[in-house]
Structure formats: structure tokens, C-alpha cells
């Protein structure tokens, strides 16, 4: 199995609200990743967890808070969030940190 | 400063034609280099990727891309395009010292193949 899972397809949510983004693996992947992708641009680095914890935070303002609640698992929580933040937001994941990743299939956020 | 060249924003080619789309990055040392697609309103998808050994590497959906060390190129290449190709193209390339490994991606290509 290679896939990558992620719910919701779409979101659409308002400023003061509160939405989380989950993606899911079976692969035994120890990588897992946050991207976020504007339309035609390749995709931005947010988040990287290894074995488990935060590897990688990229400057990423504070409304976006990642959780790893285990190997197979990973959310993005939002909360207060800009008109510029609506994009496709990707999760991947790969067998370790560096090798190639597996993207899911993205939620589509917008935020009114 | 590390980056990665995609010279091309499109690349149009008649089905049944080969194709190349291409990649050149300046990154210091010997570099993973990775090729992913993105069809319409979807996820990126690994494509193929090069390490080390033979210049040629073979991946998915027939395509093909060849490692050139002294022009720092790594383009991407099919025999025979499919209208079904048409997407849009990403070259990567994860340095190997430094950076924590990040990918450093390249602009993007928006490949159409015309019936």
C-alpha cells in the first residue's frame, strides 16, 4: 500500500475558526511532512516529523500548529487564519528523512 | 545560494513524439536528484530518482531521466508521449550536506501533449 490519506478533500472556513487537517499512512514511513502549495508553484515546506517529533519547523506562524499523535498519523491544526492562507495543503511521507516522499492528494483550504 | 532551474514554464509536444523536459540545479557536492508529477487538482507523485551508478535512471509511466555530472542536469525524458502526460512536472534535488536534507524544488514545467 502507497497511499497517503487526507481528509477533507475541501475546507472552507472563516477567520476566527477552528479546523483540523488529517493525513494518514501505512506504509511504516518514519517521515511525515507538511506542504502547503500556492496554484502552479511547487510546494513549501511547513512541517517535518521524524521517528515522531518535530524535526523541521519553517518559520511557520504560530495559527498552524502540526501534532503527530503516532507513526501513521499526523494533523494540522488551524486557528485564526488569513484570507493568504488558503492553498492546497499536502502531506507526505517517505521511509526516512531525505528519501523519496509520497504525497496525499492534498486539502483544498480556503478561508473566507 | 543553492537552487534548481526548470528553464522551461511549458513545454508543448504532439503525441507520439519523445519528449524532454529539463532540470539543471547548482547544489555543491554529489546531490539526491528526484522527478515528481502533479496531474490537475491532485497530489505530487514520485516519479523517479537518482543517487548514484548509471546516468540513465528508469521510473514510472515510462519515463526516463539522465544524470549529466558536468552540466549539473537531470532531464526528464519519454520515447513516445501520451495526451494522458499532460501535467505539471517538478524537479527536486536534496543536498547532502547541510540544509537538513530539505528538497530544493525546482519552478515547475506544465507539460501538453496535443492529440
Known amino acids: 500500500d502507497t497511499e497517503v490519506t487526507q481528509t477533507p478533500k475541501h475546507l472552507v472556513m472563516g477567520m476566527t475558526n477552528k479546523k483540523s487537517l488529517k493525513c494518514e499512512q501505512h506504509m511504516g514511513h518514519r517521515a511525515m511532512y507538511w506542504y502547503k502549495q500556492k496554484a502552479k508553484k511547487p510546494p513549501e515546506l511547513m512541517f517535518v516529523?521524524?521517528?515522531?517529533?518535530?524535526?523541521i519547523n519553517e518559520s511557520v506562524p504560530s495559527r498552524f500548529s502540526p501534532e503527530c499523535p503516532n507513526s501513521s498519523l499526523l494533523n494540522l491544526h488551524l486557528h485564526a487564519l488569513q484570507p493568504e492562507d488558503s492553498a492546497l495543503y499536502l502531506c507526505?511521507?517517505?521511509?526516512?528523512?531525505?528519501?523519496?516522499?509520497?504525497f496525499g492528494p492534498g486539502t483544498r483550504l480556503t478561508v473566507t | 545560494a543553492q537552487s534548481v532551474a526548470q528553464p522551461e514554464d511549458q513545454v508543448n509536444v504532439a503525441e507520439g513524439n519523445p519528449l524532454t523536459v529539463k532540470c539543471t540545479y547548482s547544489v555543491s557536492g554529489n546531490p539526491y536528484l528526484f522527478w515528481y508529477v502533479q496531474y490537475p487538482n491532485r497530489g505530487l507523485q514520485f516519479l523517479l530518482k537518482?543517487?548514484?551508478?548509471d546516468n540513465l535512471v528508469k521510473g514510472s509511466y515510462g519515463f526516463e531521466a539522465e544524470f549529466n555530472k558536468s552540466q549539473t542536469s537531470f532531464h526528464l525524458k519519454k520515447p513516445s508521449a501520451l495526451v494522458s502526460d499532460s501535467a505539471l512536472y517538478f524537479c527536486a534535488v536534496r543536498p547532502v550536506r547541510g540544509s537538513n536534507y530539505q528538497l530544493i524544488w525546482g519552478a515547475g514545467t506544465k507539460l501538453i501533449i496535443k492529440p
Open positions: 537518482y543517487i548514484t551508478g
Open positions: 516529523y521524524s521517528y515522531e517529533k518535530l524535526s
Open positions: 507526505a511521507s517517505s521511509q526516512d528523512f531525505g528519501d523519496e516522499q509520497y
